[in-house]
C-alpha cells in the first residue's frame, strides 16, 4: 500500500500528524505536532479543512465517553 507523503493540507504526514483515529464520516483525527501541548484536530475532506475538536488528548477521551 502507498502512503501519501503530504495531507491535502499541505504538510508532511509522517512527520508532523500523527492521524489516531478516524470520526464517522472517515474525516482524520490527529495531533499536529509541532505544536506544544497540541490540541486534537480534525480534517475535514469534504470542506478541506481542519479545525480544533477538543484542547487536549484527555477532554476528547471524555467528548467520546459521554458520546456513547
Known amino acids: 500500500m502507498l502512503r501519501r507523503a503530504k495531507s491535502w493540507l499541505g504538510r508532511p504526514l509522517e512527520s508532523v500528524f500523527f492521524v489516531f483515529a478516524l470520526d464517522r464520516a472517515g474525516n482524520e483525527v490527529f495531533f499536529d505536532l509541532d505544536i506544544p501541548k497540541t490540541p486534537v484536530f480534525v480534517a475535514d475532506h469534504v470542506k478541506r479543512n481542519c479545525r480544533v ?16
Open 53 to 68: 475538536q477538543a484542547k487536549s488528548f484527555e477532554e476528547w477521551l471524555l467528548k467520546q465517553a459521554d458520546s456513547e
